[in-house]
C-alpha cells in the first residue's frame, strides 16, 4: 500500500468537500476549487476525513493513488489556509511596485516587465525588493512564481537577480580569483 496514499485527509473546520462523479469540490474561507479524479481511482467521504481508494495493487494504480491523495490534501489546505511564495529581487536599481491587481518589475531591461497574475492568485509587493505570490492553488501560485522568477534568474557572480527567500545561490570566484 502506498504510504502517503493510505494516509487519511483531515477536513479542517470550515471547509465544505463533495464528490459528483469523478470530480472532487472543496470550499472553504479562501476560495473554492475543483480537481478531476482518474477515473480508476476512488474517494471515500466519511465524516471529516476523506480516503482515495484504488482497484489493485498495480504499479500503475499505486502511482496514481499518492498522486490523488496529495492532490486532494493540497487542495482542502489551499481553500483553508492558501499558499504563498515569497520572491527578493536583489541588485542595484531593480524593484517592483504594485500596479492595480498585477505589478510592474524593473530588472535591468531597457522596459518595465509586467506581470499580470491568472484569477485566483493575488501579488504583493511590501517593500521595492519584496514580492509575495498567494493563493488557494498550489500549482498556480508556484507556476506564477516561477515565471516573475524566470525574468531574471539569479547569477553566479554578483548574485544579482529575482529568487525565492529561502534559496542559495550558488556563487563563482570572478577570473581574477586565479591569479
Known amino acids: 500500500m502506498s504510504r502517503i496514499g493510505k494516509l487519511p485527509v483531515e477536513v479542517p473546520p470550515g471547509v465544505k468537500v463533495s464528490i459528483e462523479g469523478q470530480v472532487f469540490r472543496a470550499e472553504g474561507p479562501k476560495g473554492h476549487l475543483t480537481l478531476e479524479i482518474h477515473p480508476e481511482i476512488g474517494i471515500r467521504i466519511e465524516g471529516n476525513t476523506i480516503r482515495v481508494l484504488r482497484p ?12 490523488t491523495r496529495s492532490l486532494v490534501n493540497n487542495t482542502v ?52 525588493t519584496t514580492i509575495v505570490v498567494s493563493g488557494p492553488d498550489k500549482q498556480k501560485v508556484g507556476q506564477v512564481a516561477a515565471e516573475i522568477r524566470s525574468h531574471r534568474p539569479p547569477e553566479p557572480y554578483k548574485g544579482k537577480g529575482i529568487r525565492y527567500k529561502d534559496e542559495a545561490v550558488r556563487r563563482k570566484a570572478g577570473k581574477t580569483a586565479g591569479k
Open 77 to 128: 489546505l489551499g481553500v483553508s489556509r492558501g499558499y504563498s511564495k515569497t520572491l527578493e529581487i536583489v541588485g542595484v536599481g531593480y524593484r517592483a511596485e504594485k500596479i492595480g491587481n498585477g505589478l510592474k518589475i524593473l530588472v535591468g531591461y531597457s522596459h518595465p516587465v509586467e506581470i499580470v497574475p491568472p484569477e485566483g492568485v493575488t501579488l504583493e509587493c511590501p517593500n521595492p
Open 56 to 67: 489493485s495493487d498495480d504499479p500503475r494504480h499505486k502511482a496514481l493513488h499518492g498522486l
